[in-house]
């Protein structure tokens, strides 16, 4: 049973428009939750990270919110560029060990 | 920069055989990982090591095992390669005071068991 589940496996966005991945967790010990940004041929690297007792962290063009209540967190990617298409994982974590979902495959159109 | 190097960008294998795929930090990190990724389901984390000498399961460990004899260097073994566990592997590595879950990546392994 997945602990991280992105049940977008695909998004298409203009540019310039906003991107809006969303995560779902199910186990509540999670105390991080990350998105890394994954393109073809490379290892996953590191976007935006959040803590649990926060509820919204902002880096740049990137936002992540969390509801810890719902056990969702969502990103937010305004505008969106060319250059953001990818794959999005989102992640949680606790006790040093990371979990992440199935990913989410953004292409934004020019 | 924080850097993480697998030995192999591509094996091919046949089944039956032992493989080796080495990865190495060089920024000191306590804690490395093992994971698979396959389309659909992301990346499953196969085994992780706190210190050297130390070892834990993921989640889909059976059929690997690691080791790691120094810090900067984590192995995962197939000890006897099937055509199921043919997948892009990937090594990352955190600082244990961290706990952010903040991985680095290597490039990662493409590995295909014929």
């Known amino acids: 049973d997945q602990q991280v589940k992105q049940n977008s496996p695909s998004l298409s966005v203009q540019e310039g428009r906003i991107s809006i991945l969303n995560c779902d967790y199910t186990?509540?010990?999670?105390?991080?939750f990350l998105w890394y940004k994954k393109y073809p041929a490379e290892g996953p690297t590191f976007l935006i990270s959040?803590?649990?007792?926060?509820d919204k962290n902002e880096d740049g063009r990137f936002t992540v919110f969390l509801n810890k209540s719902a056990k969702h967190l969502s990103l937010h990617i305004v505008p969106s560029q060319p250059g953001d298409s990818a794959v999005y994982f989102c992640?949680?974590?606790?006790?040093?060990?990371?979990?992440f979902g199935p990913g989410t495959s953004l292409s934004v159109i020019p | 920069d924080v850097k993480v190097t697998q030995s192999s960008r591509y094996l091919v294998k046949r089944t039956g055989e032992k493989v080796f795929l080495e990865c190495v930090q060089d920024?000191?990190?306590?804690?490395m990982f093992w994971y698979r990724q396959d389309p659909g389901l992301g990346l499953r984390l196969i085994y992780f090591?706190?210190?050297?000498?130390?070892?834990e399961k993921g989640d889909i460990p059976e059929g690997y095992s690691v080791s790691r004899e120094k810090k900067e260097r984590f192995s995962l073994i197939l000890e006897s390669a099937s055509t199921n566990q043919t997948s892009m592997y990937l090594c990352?590595?955190?600082?244990?005071?961290?706990?952010?879950?903040?991985?680095?990546f290597g490039e990662g392994s493409r590995l295909t068991v014929l």
């Open positions: 990352a590595s955190s600082f244990s005071w961290q706990g952010t879950g903040e991985l680095f």
């Open positions: 186990n509540s010990m999670f105390d991080y």
């Open positions: 959040i803590s649990s007792i926060k």
């Open positions: 992640a949680a974590s606790f006790s040093d060990k990371v979990i």
């Open positions: 920024m000191d990190h306590e804690n």
């Open positions: 090591s706190y210190d050297v000498k130390m070892k």
